[in-house]
């Protein structure tokens, strides 16, 4: 059963950056892909960016090029560099693990950007 906690949420103005991070414990299996979602109050989740194994990621188009993910495949960590936040960056972020067979999920951070 993999664990993982997120951290590095918080209250940050328009223009501002914060960065997430979020490690995966009790690892009897080999993680694949991981990724960051987010969710604000009536929403589906979304999704914001995935990195395989290997390093390659997808982004959602409206963090393109504001946002980086980054992983520590020894330390079963995933990272989210968030730069030139928006008010509507406003959300619930959830960090994602995947094994063979199971996805898990963090507990969820939040991250709330002001004007």
């Known amino acids: 059963q993999v664990q993982l906690v997120e951290s590095g949420g918080g209250l940050v103005q328009a223009g501002g950056s914060l960065r997430l991070s979020c490690a995966a414990s009790r690892t009897s299996f080999r993680i694949n892909d991981m990724g960051w979602y987010r969710q604000v109050p009536g929403k589906q989740r979304e999704l914001v960016a995935t990195i395989s194994r290997t390093g390659s990621t997808v982004y959602a188009d409206p963090v393109e090029g504001r946002f980086t993910i980054s992983r520590d495949n020894a330390k079963n960590s995933v990272f989210l560099q968030m730069n030139v936040l928006k008010p509507e960056d406003t959300a619930v972020y959830y960090c994602?693990?995947?094994?063979?067979?199971?996805?898990?999920w963090g507990q969820g951070t939040q991250v709330t950007v002001s004007e």
């Open positions: 994602n693990a995947n094994t063979f067979n199971r996805a898990y």
